[in-house]
């Protein structure tokens, strides 16, 4: 039986994983944590999201911007997200309605598509 999600992976071009970083640890305050030393030479970092990861892999020819395929990050403080967001110019769009929830989405600077989420 399926039990959770242990992590998910999302990629970035070739050599912009320093920005990928500054941004995932630096913007969303996400915890960076050691990859294992036998996948240390592919690149990409590791993020920490509550039980389970974020893997953020190098990649390059992808099409990033024209995926809906996402991350919802569930956080306690929307509003403080959608500050952050404005600050580093990147345009909050909102979705659909979830009932329960106040969401809304924007592209990562790699053109990942970013959800956060947070129950009402």
Not at 15 to 36: E, H, N, S, T, W
Not at 97 to 105: L, T
Request: hydrophobic share 35%; aromatic share 8%; glycine share 12%.
């Amino acid at each position: 039986m399926i039990g959770g999600i242990h992590h998910i992976q999302i990629t970035v071009p070739k050599g912009m994983q320093k920005q990928a970083r500054d941004f995932y640890c630096g913007v969303l305050g996400l915890k960076m944590i050691p990859k294992p030393q036998s996948l240390q030479g592919h690149g990409g970092f590791w993020l920490q999201v509550g039980d389970g990861q974020v893997h953020v892999g190098v990649e390059d020819g992808v099409e990033r911007s024209l995926t809906k395929a996402h991350v919802a990050y569930e956080v306690s403080d929307l509003t403080h997200y959608r500050k952050i967001m404005l600050e580093h110019n990147l345009k909050p769009v909102s979705g659909r309605q979830i009932p329960g929830y106040d969401r809304f989405e924007f592209r990562d600077p790699f053109g990942n598509r970013v959800e956060l989420i947070q129950k009402l």
